[in-house]
């Protein structure tokens, strides 16, 4: 078990953007309007530090190379608790992010951990 997962909306919009983009990445920064939303990125192109915490890495089917997902460490002290699932809506998105010219968006959908799951995440 991880901290992310993602929905087979989601990982069929990936394949989708994949095909097109090549390797990918996502980014939750916590910020104002669209920076609450988790970004997607050709991989490599949002640089990640010391400021950031990697969630994980998303496999998806038919997609050769794992998605890194990263959040800015300000925010995941708050979210360091649940468990996050990436998934997709209809509605535009922030333009900075590869599915907004799809007519969708990627959100986050959380639950809190359980006490057994934080104990194997830690």
Same mark, same amino acid.
């Given at each position: 078990? %991880?901290?992310?997962?993602?929905?087979?909306? #989601? #990982?069929?919009?990936?394949?989708?953007?994949?095909?097109?983009?090549?390797?990918?990445?996502?980014?939750?920064?916590? %910020?104002?309007?669209?920076?609450? #939303?988790?970004?997607?990125?050709?991989?490599?192109?949002?640089?990640? %530090?010391?400021?950031? &915490?990697?969630?994980?890495?998303?496999?998806?089917?038919?997609?050769?190379?794992?998605?890194? &997902?990263?959040?800015?460490? #300000?925010?995941?002290?708050?979210w360091?608790?649940?468990?996050?699932?990436?998934?997709?809506?209809?509605?535009?998105?922030?333009?900075?992010?590869?599915?907004?010219?799809? %007519? &969708?968006?990627?959100?986050?959908?959380?639950r809190?951990?359980?006490?057994?799951?934080?104990?194997e995440?830690?």
């Amino acid at each position: 078990m %991880g901290r992310v997962d993602l929905t087979e909306d #989601a #990982a069929a919009l990936l394949r989708r953007l994949a095909g097109t983009h090549g390797p990918l990445m996502f980014h939750q920064s916590g %910020g104002c309007c669209d920076g609450s #939303a988790p970004m997607c990125y050709p991989a490599g192109e949002f640089r990640t %530090g010391a400021s950031d &915490v990697h969630l994980g890495d998303l496999t998806v089917a038919e997609v050769p190379d794992p998605v890194a &997902v990263w959040m800015s460490a #300000a925010q995941f002290e708050y979210w360091k608790h649940t468990h996050l699932t990436i998934d997709v809506v209809p509605g535009r998105g922030s333009g900075f992010s590869l599915e907004a010219p799809e %007519g &969708v968006r990627f959100l986050i959908r959380s639950r809190l951990l359980t006490d057994d799951e934080l104990s194997e995440l830690d």
